[in-house]
C-alpha cells in the first residue's frame, strides 16, 4: 500500500529544501497543479518566485505580492523566504502566464522558480496537446499532478482533451480510466512527460487520495513502478488537495 504524504512535507520529501538548493519547477498535468505551487512557495528556502506559462485564475496569488515582469533589480532584491508571484497580465478573470524564456533568466539569478507550466480546466486528469504543456527549458524537476478521483471513471466526462487521453491509453472516451490506462498515458512520450527537459527529474503526484479510491492508487503507482525501472520516475500520493 502506498503511504500517503502531507502537502507540507513535498520539498522534504523531494529534497529541495536544503540551504543553498537551486530548483526550477514545472508542474504539469492534472487537478492540484495550484495547490502544489503555493505549497513549495511556503516551503523552498531562499530567493522564491511563482508563476506561470498559461493561463490561471486571477484571484490565484493567495495573498502574495503580485508584479507584472518586473525588472531585474525587483528580482534581486526578493527577500529569503517571502516568495513573489508574477505575470504577463490580467484578462478578465484570467491571470496570462510569461514567456518560459523569463524563467529560464530569472533561475540564473535567484534560487527557486516554480512554474505552474499546464492548463486543465479544473479536470484531474488530461493529455497535452500538441502545444502543451509549456516548460521552461531549464527546470529540474517536473512534477505531473493526477487527481485520483479521475481512476475508474468516464474519460469524457473527468478528463481534459479526453480524446486525446483515449488515443494514448488504447481505448474510446465513453470507457474508464482504469489504473492500467492512466499509467499509458503518464508514461508515453507525449503523455504525462512530453516536454520534460532531458536532465529533469520526473515526478508524479497523485492527488485527492481517499479511502475509496486507495486501492486504484496502490494499483496505479505499482505499474508505474514496474513498467518504468529505467528512469526513476518517483510516484507520491496525498491525501485530498483541493
Given at each position: ?5 502531507r ?7 523531494l529534497?529541495l ?8 519547477v ?28 498559461t493561463?490561471?485564475g ?10 507584472f ?12 523566504g ?16 510569461v ?28 493529455a497535452?496537446?500538441?502545444f ?24 469524457s ?9 483515449a ?19 503518464i ?9 520534460k527537459?532531458m536532465?529533469?527529474k520526473?515526478?508524479?503526484?497523485i ?36
Amino acid at each position: 500500500m502506498v503511504d500517503l504524504l502531507r502537502i507540507s512535507e513535498l520539498a522534504k520529501y523531494l529534497e529541495l529544501d536544503a540551504p543553498q538548493a537551486q530548483n526550477h519547477v514545472s508542474i504539469v498535468g492534472g487537478g492540484g497543479k495550484t495547490t502544489i505551487l503555493h505549497a513549495l512557495g511556503e516551503q523552498l528556502q531562499g530567493k522564491t518566485i511563482l508563476t506561470s506559462t498559461t493561463k490561471m485564475g486571477f484571484d490565484q496569488n493567495r495573498s502574495l505580492p503580485v508584479y507584472f515582469e518586473p525588472e531585474d533589480e525587483i528580482i534581486q532584491n526578493i527577500s529569503n523566504g517571502s516568495p513573489i508571484m508574477i505575470w504577463k497580465e490580467v484578462q478578465g478573470e484570467k491571470a496570462i502566464g510569461v514567456d518560459p524564456s523569463l524563467c529560464d533568466h530569472w533561475f540564473r539569478s535567484i534560487d527557486n522558480v516554480v512554474v505552474e507550466a499546464d492548463g486543465s480546466r479544473r479536470l484531474p486528469f488530461k493529455a497535452p496537446a500538441e502545444f502543451e504543456p509549456v516548460v521552461p527549458s531549464s527546470s529540474n524537476l517536473m512534477i505531473s499532478t493526477i487527481g485520483a478521483d479521475a481512476l475508474g471513471q468516464v474519460i469524457s466526462s473527468y478528463c481534459h482533451r479526453p480524446e486525446r487521453v483515449a488515443e494514448l491509453a488504447e481505448c474510446m472516451p465513453h470507457e474508464l480510466l482504469t489504473p492500467e490506462r492512466a499509467a499509458k498515458v503518464i508514461l508515453h512520450s507525449e503523455g504525462q512527460r512530453k516536454a520534460k527537459p532531458m536532465k529533469a527529474k520526473f515526478c508524479i503526484a497523485i492527488t485527492k487520495v481517499n479511502d475509496e479510491n486507495q486501492r486504484k492508487v496502490n494499483t496505479l503507482t505499482n505499474l508505474i513502478h514496474s513498467l518504468d525501472k529505467d528512469t526513476g520516475v518517483v510516484a507520491i500520493a496525498f491525501e485530498v488537495v483541493q
